[in-house]
Nanobody, 124 residues
Framework: QVQLVESGGGLVHPGGSLVLSCVVS????????IGWFRQAPGKEREGVSCVSSSTGRRYYSASVKDRFTITKDIANNTLILKMNSLKPEDTAVYSC?????????????????WGQGTQVTVSS
């Protein structure tokens, strides 16, 4: 059974940076389409970024494009999300999840196995 464990969240000032990690156990990362999702207080969960297992293509939501970078660290079986130029509206619980449909990997309804999440707070 695949398990996902996130880390790296915390409190950061607007304009700052954070790096989130998602360690995958129980299976090789390169076989999975996998992504990051977030849920802010009072809002629905949304897809942030994902990477297809079949094409290697990376997808980003419009709100984070050009600020966030997703990477598969195959050697360490870890999914990385580098977040730059953080804004207060990026505040949310961030979770990684495997996704069943590679071409629609930002859609929450196709997410399969979830990690427990890590809190990111952007505030001055």
């Amino acid at each position: 059974q695949v398990q996902l464990v996130e880390s790296g969240g915390g409190l950061v000032h607007p304009g700052g940076s954070l790096v989130l990690s998602c360690v995958v156990s129980g299976g090789p990362l390169e076989l999975y389409t996998i992504g990051w999702f977030r849920q802010a207080p009072g809002k629905e969960r949304e897809g942030v970024s994902c990477v297809s297992s079949s094409t290697g293509r990376r997808y980003y939501s419009a709100s984070v494009k050009d600020r966030f970078t997703i990477t598969k660290d195959i050697a360490n079986n870890t999914l990385i999300l580098k977040m730059n130029s953080l804004k207060p509206e990026d505040t949310a619980v961030y979770s990684c999840a495997t996704v069943r449909v590679s071409s629609s990997c930002l859609e929450v309804r196709f997410a399969d196995i979830w990690g427990q999440g890590t809190q990111v707070t952007v505030s001055s």
